[in-house]
Structures are given as structure tokens and as C-alpha cells.
């Protein structure tokens, strides 16, 4: 691509990128169709409000007022500046490295201030894949740091090179994508500011201003140029101004010029806002409009506002906005009265059926009581039937044994078995109540052909020894016996007294005889 076919490409691209350097701050159309605008611009030097040209959907607006705010929408905080340093072995350069020294060892005091951020790096020419030599691994934020990081710098060595040029704009573009990359937030203003004497880059013919122009303003970095002259051919002042940034010549400013602009940096950042009103000529229809301002032939600003409806307007009017308040109000008053008739309806009718759901509750609850009363009774009754049936046929089969079954304690008292159910422990109402604190209330029982709480005989005519839960157990024959809730799990054979079976309650032993 030639380099006239690049710069009508940047006339093109520039409107486009000069949407980015811009922003709406607020629009006011309650006076519509007087509209308002309030927008930043990010220009130092400002716009020609007088060549400013005026568009509202295409069409030229003549009648309208364009004035510079003295406050801006937003204020930044802090500054991040890449500072880049040509040098090469070329004799002519070493005075621009002392000057640029020189420079620092005056200013980096004053342009340091707090919050900033600087990172230093010189270019001459492209070595492998990059031009630009960074000086540290971290951002400087102490002009002292920053000044002896700059004293220090040396000249390259010859390297057998006959050209005397520097790769100015492939150092440039290094120089955006390095800052485009930084992470920062909104109130801090990124820049580049560039030290040299060159005016091209003669043997790079692939890298021009153009590129650098494009790239900076996409990626929203200015570059300020400090010139250290040495040809007349130099163009990077169109670089400079085309990316917002300032330019300055070195051989007729002071150092407190350099010092003014590098603290300016930021609020050349936040830019300028202006206000910007007109008298719209379109109707109202609540369509969104666009406007553009026309700043100069390479640099326009687009955005949109949104313009009321005809309702909207048309309530600016008094007696249209009166006569629709009043028709609001008994509209409002004639459906709240609608609706308090429409809920009082409804409650009665909720009420009302809420009573007749209570009452078929009722009923129904009445009927399930009298049902679950009788045949809690009817059940009552076949269990108490089924009780005097089995006590009967029990008491029955104990009285046939051929002789009383007896216990024999360990000082020689005996005990018979008078009952099929023979209970033992310290409380009364056991069969055998014996006063001994190794027993519990109630220790354990000696059950006729049957187990605790069933109503079936076996028809074995055996005794079953059941510990009832004691605390210290039953032992039968050394064995502990089951208890009565674990006695469905086993087998009966473990609880079967058999004749001279020896029991253990506590401390108390018997010998059971059948």
C-alpha cells in the first residue's frame, strides 16, 4: 500500500475514530423543540466553534449555538506516560542525549506527581521483531528514580551501519500497543511523549504517520512530540496534533514549557465540553434522531437523541394537560368505585362459602369421630375378648401341670410358681417382690407356654425366663438372656427353663425346679 493511498485512507477512518475521542455527556429535550446538548471533545486546543457545521437527520441546521463549558464532565486523577527516547551511535545524537538529560535532571521533580506512573524506554532501529529497549521492569512513580533511570542511559555502539536513521514510527506503534495493553481505569490519562531530532523512517518504508495516527486515536493514546531539530523535513507535528496530543520545538521553548505541558497531560485528557443547542424543525413523533457536528473536513461526532411523542408534546399544551388531568381523575375515580363494589361483591360471596365449607367440615368431622369411636370400641372389645380367652385357656393348661414349678434361692428359700405370668424386682406389685438394690422394680419374669404380650399358647408347657429391661441383666446359666424387646429376634431355645437351670438376677441366684 502506498503512502498516498494510506493517508486518503486516514481521511476516511478519521470521522470514525474521532467518535471515540468524543462523548456524550447529557441531552435535555423537555423544551422540545428546543433540544440541548451538553458534549466533551478531547481536542487541547479546542474547536473552531465558528467552522462547526450542524446536521439533524441529514439535514442542515443553520439557527443553532455552540458555546465552550469552563468544567468538564469528568476530572482525571492521575497520569500514565510512556516516555520514548531516540538514541543512536550517530555523532549527532550524542547532544540530544545530554540535552534530554539535562532536561530531566530539571523537570522530573516537577512532572512527577502523585498517583502518576512513567515507563521509560529509547529506540534507534528494529532489532529482531522489536525497536523500543524499556529501561525497567516496573512502572517509576519517584521523579528521582525516574531521572537516574534516564542519566543512566548510554549510547548504542557501532555496528557497522552506514544509515543515520532511527525506525521513529515502527518505535511509535511498539509504543501504542504497549500502552493500548496497560489495564487502568477511567480517571487516568494515557499518553506517549516522544524526545527526537528524526523526521521519517527512511528504510522502513512500511511504517508511516499515517499507521501511527490511526493506531493511537483507535486506541485512545496522545503522543506528545518534544522536537530536537535537526532537518527541516519533520512531520511529526501532524502526528502530535492528528492524535490530540501537543507538540513543542526544543530549540525555542524553556524547560518550564516542557514541564507545562507534560503536567498538563491530564487535563488535556479530560478534554473540553461544550453545550450545543438548536431549534429542532422535525415534528414529534418519539423517533430517535441523529445528530452530527461537523468539526473540520477530517473530524465529525455522531450520536442520538430520542424526541418526545406527540402525546408528550401535546401535554406541554395547558388546557390539553388540565382537561387530561381532569379526565384522569374521574376515570380513576369511577374504576376505584367500580372495583370497591366488585371486591365487596366477592368477600360476600367468599364469605358465604367460606360458611358452608365450615359447616360440611364439620359434618364430616363429626362422621369420622363417630366411626373412629366405634371401632376403637368394637377393637377394645375383640381384644378384651381375645385376653379372657387366652387368660382362660393360660390358666387352664398351668393348672394341669403335674406339679407347682419352684425356685430355689441360694440361702435355701423357696418360692413357687403359683402363676403362668411370675414377675420379679423390688416393686410390690411383682409376683416375687424381693428388696434388693442390685434388682430393678421390675427384673424379669417367668412366663408360661407363652411370651410377654402375645395372646398364643404354644402348647409346650415349658417356662421362659425374659429379663424385662433391668438395668443389670439376667443370666441364665451364665448366659445373658434376652430382654423383652430384643425377644422376637432370637430364638426361643435361649430363654427356655429347663429343670435345675441356674438364674442370676443381680446378686440374688435361684435354681429353677420343675
Given at each position: 500500500?502506498?503512502?498516498?493511498?494510506?493517508?486518503?485512507?486516514?481521511?476516511?477512518?478519521?470521522?470514525?475514530?474521532?467518535?471515540?475521542?468524543?462523548?456524550?455527556?447529557?441531552?435535555?429535550?423537555?423544551?422540545?423543540?428546543?433540544?440541548?446538548?451538553?458534549?466533551?471533545?478531547?481536542?487541547?486546543?479546542?474547536?473552531?466553534?465558528?467552522?462547526?457545521?450542524?446536521?439533524?437527520?441529514?439535514?442542515?441546521?443553520?439557527?443553532?449555538?455552540?458555546?465552550?463549558?469552563?468544567?468538564?464532565?469528568?476530572?482525571?486523577?492521575?497520569?500514565?506516560?510512556?516516555?520514548?527516547?531516540?538514541?543512536?551511535?550517530?555523532?549527532?545524537?550524542?547532544?540530544?542525549?545530554?540535552?534530554?538529560?539535562?532536561?530531566?535532571?530539571?523537570?522530573?521533580?516537577?512532572?512527577?506527581?502523585?498517583?502518576?506512573?512513567?515507563?521509560?524506554?529509547?529506540?534507534?532501529?528494529?532489532?529482531?521483531?522489536?525497536?523500543?529497549?524499556?529501561?525497567?521492569?516496573?512502572?517509576?512513580?519517584?521523579?528521582?528514580?525516574?531521572?537516574?533511570?534516564?542519566?543512566?542511559?548510554?549510547?548504542?555502539?557501532?555496528d557497522g551501519r552506514t544509515h543515520k536513521s532511527t525506525e521513529i514510527y515502527s518505535a511509535l506503534r511498539e509504543g501504542v500497543?504497549?500502552?493500548?495493553?496497560?489495564?487502568?481505569?477511567?480517571?487516568?490519562?494515557?499518553?506517549?511523549?516522544?524526545?527526537?531530532?528524526?523526521?521519517?523512517?527512511?528504510?522502513?518504508?512500511?511504517?508511516?504517520?499515517?499507521?501511527?495516527?490511526?493506531?493511537?486515536?483507535?486506541?485512545?493514546?496522545?503522543?506528545y512530540a518534544f522536537r530536537y531539530p535537526y532537518s527541516d523535513k519533520y512531520d511529526l507535528k501532524d502526528v502530535a496534533q492528528?492524535?490530540?496530543?501537543?507538540?513543542?520545538?526544543?530549540?525555542?521553548?524553556?524547560?518550564?514549557?516542557?514541564?507545562?505541558?507534560?503536567?498538563?497531560?491530564?487535563?488535556?485528557?479530560?478534554?473540553?465540553?461544550?453545550?450545543?443547542?438548536?431549534?429542532?424543525?422535525?415534528?414529534?413523533?418519539?423517533?430517535?434522531?441523529?445528530?452530527?457536528?461537523?468539526?473540520?473536513?477530517?473530524?465529525?461526532?455522531?450520536?442520538?437523541?430520542?424526541?418526545?411523542?406527540?402525546?408528550?408534546?401535546?401535554?406541554?399544551?395547558?388546557?390539553?394537560?388540565?382537561?387530561?388531568?381532569?379526565?384522569?381523575?374521574?376515570?380513576?375515580?369511577?374504576?376505584?368505585?367500580?372495583?370497591?363494589?366488585?371486591?365487596?361483591?366477592?368477600?360476600?360471596?367468599?364469605?358465604?362459602?367460606?360458611?358452608?365449607?365450615?359447616?360440611?367440615?364439620?359434618?364430616?368431622?363429626?362422621?369420622?369421630?363417630?366411626?373412629?369411636?366405634?371401632?376403637?370400641?368394637?377393637?377394645?372389645?375383640?381384644?378384651?375378648?381375645?385376653?379372657?380367652?387366652?387368660?382362660?385357656?393360660?390358666?387352664?393348661?398351668?393348672?394341669?401341670?403335674?406339679?407347682?414349678?419352684?425356685?430355689?434361692?441360694?440361702?435355701?428359700?423357696?418360692?413357687?410358681?403359683?402363676?403362668?405370668?411370675?414377675?420379679?424386682?423390688?416393686?410390690?406389685?411383682?409376683?416375687?417382690?424381693?428388696?434388693?438394690?442390685?434388682?430393678?422394680?421390675?427384673?424379669?419374669?417367668?412366663?408360661?407356654?407363652?411370651?410377654?404380650?402375645?395372646?398364643?399358647?404354644?402348647?409346650?408347657?415349658?417356662?421362659?425366663?425374659?429379663?424385662?429391661?433391668?438395668?443389670?441383666?439376667?443370666?441364665?446359666?451364665?448366659?445373658?438372656?434376652?430382654?423383652?424387646?430384643?425377644?422376637?429376634?432370637?430364638?426361643?431355645?435361649?430363654?427356655?427353663?429347663?429343670?435345675?437351670?441356674?438364674?442370676?438376677?443381680?446378686?440374688?441366684?435361684?435354681?429353677?425346679?420343675?
Open positions: 500500500m502506498s503512502v498516498n493511498v494510506r493517508f486518503l485512507f486516514l481521511i476516511v477512518l478519521l470521522p470514525f475514530i474521532g467518535l471515540g475521542q468524543s462523548a456524550l455527556k447529557q441531552s435535555n429535550v423537555d423544551q422540545f423543540p428546543d433540544v440541548e446538548f451538553v458534549f466533551n471533545h478531547r481536542n487541547p486546543i479546542g474547536i473552531d466553534t465558528n467552522a462547526v457545521q450542524f446536521f439533524e437527520n441529514g439535514q442542515l441546521i443553520k439557527n443553532y449555538k455552540l458555546v465552550r463549558q469552563n468544567d468538564v464532565h469528568a476530572t482525571i486523577s492521575k497520569k500514565q506516560v510512556l516516555v520514548l527516547i531516540e538514541n543512536s551511535y550517530w555523532p549527532r545524537f550524542e547532544e540530544q542525549l545530554k540535552e534530554v538529560k539535562r532536561l530531566w535532571n530539571e523537570i522530573s521533580k516537577d512532572v512527577v506527581q502523585e498517583n502518576d506512573a512513567f515507563q521509560i524506554a529509547t529506540f534507534d532501529w528494529t532489532r529482531g521483531e522489536k525497536t523500543l529497549n524499556f529501561l525497567s521492569q516496573e512502572w517509576l512513580n519517584d521523579g528521582a528514580e525516574l531521572n537516574s533511570v534516564i542519566q543512566n542511559i548510554q549510547k548504542p555502539k557501532v500497543d504497549f500502552m493500548a495493553k496497560q489495564s487502568t481505569d477511567s480517571l487516568t490519562a494515557k499518553s506517549i511523549i516522544l524526545f527526537s531530532s528524526e523526521f521519517n523512517n527512511i528504510f522502513n518504508n512500511s511504517q508511516t504517520k499515517t499507521d501511527v495516527i490511526i493506531e493511537a486515536r483507535q486506541a485512545d493514546i496522545p503522543i492528528a492524535s490530540l496530543g501537543r507538540h513543542l520545538d526544543m530549540k525555542s521553548n524553556s524547560d518550564e514549557a516542557v514541564s507545562n505541558i507534560i503536567n498538563g497531560i491530564k487535563k488535556d485528557y479530560q478534554g473540553v465540553d461544550y453545550q450545543l443547542s438548536f431549534e429542532s424543525s422535525i415534528a414529534p413523533s418519539e423517533d430517535f434522531r441523529t445528530i452530527q457536528v461537523q468539526l473540520s473536513k477530517d473530524d465529525k461526532i455522531e450520536f442520538k437523541y430520542q424526541a418526545p411523542s406527540r402525546i408528550s408534546y401535546l401535554w406541554k399544551n395547558p388546557a390539553y394537560r388540565y382537561g387530561g388531568i381532569i379526565s384522569l381523575v374521574l376515570l380513576l375515580v369511577i374504576i376505584v368505585w367500580s372495583v370497591m363494589l366488585f371486591r365487596k361483591k366477592k368477600q360476600k360471596e367468599k364469605e358465604e362459602f367460606k360458611i358452608a365449607q365450615d359447616e360440611t367440615r364439620r359434618k364430616v368431622e363429626e362422621s369420622e369421630q363417630r366411626q373412629a369411636a366405634a371401632l376403637e370400641r368394637e377393637r377394645l372389645n375383640k381384644l378384651n375378648e381375645e385376653k379372657i380367652l387366652f387368660d382362660t385357656k393360660l390358666n387352664t393348661a398351668f393348672k394341669k401341670l403335674p406339679r407347682v414349678p419352684k425356685l430355689v434361692a441360694q440361702n435355701g428359700d423357696v418360692f413357687e410358681i403359683l402363676h403362668p405370668v411370675f414377675t420379679i424386682g423390688r416393686a410390690d406389685s411383682n409376683s416375687l417382690q424381693i428388696n434388693n438394690s442390685t434388682l430393678s422394680k421390675q427384673h424379669a419374669g417367668i412366663y408360661f407356654d407363652h411370651f410377654p404380650g402375645k395372646t398364643d399358647l404354644m402348647n409346650h408347657r415349658s417356662f421362659y425366663l425374659v429379663d424385662l429391661d433391668s438395668t443389670n441383666g439376667t443370666l441364665l446359666n451364665n448366659k445373658r438372656v434376652l430382654t423383652n424387646s430384643d425377644l422376637f429376634r432370637e430364638s426361643e431355645a435361649e430363654i427356655l427353663l429347663k429343670n435345675n437351670d441356674l438364674i442370676q438376677m443381680g446378686e440374688l441366684t435361684f435354681t429353677f425346679i420343675d
